[in-house]
Nanobody, 119 residues
Framework: QVQLVESGGGLVQAGGSLRLSCAAS????????MRWFRQAPGKEREFVAY????????SYADSVKGRFTISRDNAKNTVYLQMNSLKPEDTAVYYC????????????WGQGTQVTVSS
């Protein structure tokens, strides 16, 4: 099992930047592909970004492509989400997700961190 703790959320004006961090503890961090999701009030949780266990592969939701960057430091057991050019519609609780790279597939979630973008 792995425990995930997000940090770095807050209140920022439109056009600003934030960097979210997700610190993992427990099992070997490099055994997990990592994702960021977000959930806005009244909406379903949605995918934001993905990074493979090695960091060699990334993907993004169309809504954040070109503005957000996911990265990881396996030596620090941490995954990051750099968010630039933030928009009010980016306002949500952001969640870190760890998923095992091989079967059986296990998913783990952090508690979330609030990001609020004011217009």
């Amino acid at each position: 099992q792995v425990q995930l703790v997000e940090s770095g959320g807050g209140l920022v004006q439109a056009g600003g930047s934030l960097r979210l961090s997700c610190a993992a503890s427990g099992r070997t961090f490099s055994n997990y592909n990592m994702r960021w999701f977000r959930q806005a009030p009244g909406k379903e949780r949605e995918f934001v970004a993905y990074i493979s266990w090695s960091g060699g592969s990334t993907s993004y939701a169309d809504s954040v492509k070109g503005r957000f960057t996911i990265s990881r430091d396996n030596a620090k057991n941490t995954v990051y989400l750099q968010m630039n050019s933030l928009k009010p519609e980016d306002t949500a609780v952001y969640y870190c997700n760890a998923r095992t790279t091989t079967a059986p597939v296990y998913n783990y979630w952090g508690q979330g961190t609030q990001v609020t973008v004011s217009s």
